[in-house]
């Protein structure tokens, strides 16, 4: 499945430290795309997002995000319907539905090493307590649980950018 992902961010509210809103929307399409793209539903994922570029002068850029997750029920059904043709004794036959598929708490950090490279981490958690179609037979777990590190080299930068605060 390839996934696209198209993000909006809104300004720094004024008089608050760092903050800001994601509304990414995402498109799902099969993999591989080679000749047509084919819809298969979208997701919306409203994110409430706290980020400090420079915590206690240490040099650490933060980010704690809460989001939650909804999907068009042809997404749904991608993920959790099983079609009667494909339905077996243990797995039985299901329409899944749109509407809520979970929520995640994500906290990243991480630093500049050089002007050219960056060290990150992140830890997340996601829970799909409540989610729609928890009654499917392709639903397996409530939780969830991820960890991460990795680097970031940029590969050229503009002539002019914006001064940061």
Not at 101 to 118: C, E, F, Q, Y
Request: charged share 20%.
């Amino acid at each position: 499945v390839r996934v696209i992902t198209i993000t909006s961010m809104e300004s720094v509210t004024p008089g608050f430290p760092p903050a800001r809103e994601r509304r990414p929307s995402v498109c799902v399409f099969p993999q591989p795309v080679k000749e047509r793209f084919e819809y298969r539903g979208i997701v919306a994922q409203p994110e409430a997002v706290y980020r400090h570029d420079d915590i206690l002068g240490s040099g650490i850029r933060v980010r704690l995000g809460l989001a939650s997750t909804f999907g068009t029920g042809e997404l749904m059904d991608m993920f959790y319907g099983v079609a009667p043709q494909y339905a077996t004794a243990t797995r039985p036959a299901y329409d899944a539905d749109a509407g809520y598929l979970g929520s995640r708490l994500r906290l990243t950090a991480g630093r500049a090493v050089t002007p050219w490279a960056s060290v990150y981490g992140l830890v997340e958690g996601r829970s799909h307590h409540g989610a729609t179609n928890s009654e499917s037979p392709l639903f397996r777990r409530d939780t969830g649980f991820a960890a991460g590190v990795g680097v970031t080299i940029r590969l050229a930068r503009s002539g002019r950018t914006v001064p940061r605060d």
